[in-house]
């Protein structure tokens, strides 16, 4: 049993590195991708300038939700890819699953790796939601110190990158982004909704939506950015006082969905016998089969019902 065990072990391990050249290829291909970009962007600005100076033409760009990236999701939760980074997500879960599986058998080393996986893509996917509504909090505080600057003549994108100097992170991370690529060459609206893109943060979209008009039309700006905080603050106080109100919901949906989990782990630590026995009898597999698809079922649509409520 040890030596099957280890060979799992060493098949997974290999399997990590393959995730690990995986990604190194992903960022090799994304690198070229955005230079294409660039490119592509660099000829599509000189030929508008040639066809039609003083205008620029721009492509019309819409709102893309979308399923999330691996790598989109690391970097909304401000985690780097490291090999270190992928040695604690796979590695740690990986060696607790062999001691426990040369402690309590096979079926054991399979749950505790997969409840392993699932508790550390949790831990990144809840840092990465913190963090996203920690920076849709400072973004009024941010809006108000650009209309500050601008109340006393800095031009806007001089404001955008002065005022990021009195924010922390994660907005500090995300404004700083957009400067750099508005540095680069971008338009500031361009930038901002590139970043946004990136971030999926809805409200940055709309901030770029009102200064990619102010930059071709002109007019009161900073009202505009003044009055969209207060409106992101509205926003903001009403959705507290919403997970306030579903508290209750939401705590009934945590407890109903960890409930049959727990109880199937406490059972594989003291009573392996009954799991092993159900996994060889002809309709005991096809039961536990059936309970975790109940399980994944009831998990997703107990989130629907909190994330309603």
């Known amino acids: 049993m040890a030596i099957v065990l280890v060979l799992i072990a060493i098949a997974l391990l290999l399997v990590v590195g393959g995730v ?4 190194a290829a992903a960022q090799r291909s994304r690198r ?38 691996w790598n989109q999701l690391l970097l909304r939760a401000g985690m780097v890819p490291t090999f270190r980074f992928y040695i604690g997500l796979v590695g740690l879960p990986l060696l607790v699953a062999v001691i426990g599986g040369m402690l309590l058998g096979p079926l054991a080393f399979a749950a505790i790796l997969l409840i392993g996986l699932v508790l550390g893509f949790f831990r990144i996917w809840l840092r990465a939601d913190r963090r996203h509504r920690k920076a849709v909090e400072q973004l009024p505080d941010f809006l108000d110190a650009v209309v500050r600057l601008m109340a006393i003549g800095t031009s806007l994108a001089a ?103 727990g109880l199937a782990a406490f059972i594989l630590a003291f009573n392996n016998d009954l799991f092993m026995n159900m996994w060889h009898d002809p309709v005991g597999w096809k039961l536990l089969l059936g309970a975790a698809a109940l399980q994944i079922i009831g998990s997703y649509w107990l989130y629907r019902m909190a994330r309603l409520n």
Request: no cysteine; proline share 3%; glycine share 6%.
């Open 32 to 69: 070229d991708a955005t230079e294409r970009f660039v490119g592509q962007h660099i000829d599509e600005r000189t030929a508008a300038k040639l066809n039609a100076p003083g205008m620029v033409v721009r492509t019309p760009s819409a709102w893309r939700g979308g399923p999330d990236t």
């Open 159 to 261: 404001s955008f990158q002065v005022a990021a100097s009195k924010i922390d992170d994660p907005l500090l991370e995300i404004i700083e982004k957009a400067n750099s690529a508005h540095r680069g060459g971008y338009e500031l609206d361009v930038a901002l909704r590139q970043t946004a893109r990136q971030y999926r943060l809805h409200e940055l979209y709309l901030v770029a939506a009102i200064v990619g008009v102010a930059l071709r039309f002109g007019g009161r700006s900073d009202h505009v950015l003044e009055r969209m905080a207060a409106f992101m603050r509205d926003l903001t106080q009403a959705r507290r006082e919403l997970v306030a109100l579903s508290a209750e919901v939401r705590l009934s949906a945590w407890i109903l969905a960890l409930l049959p989990l």
């Open 20 to 23: 690990l050249l995986w990604h």
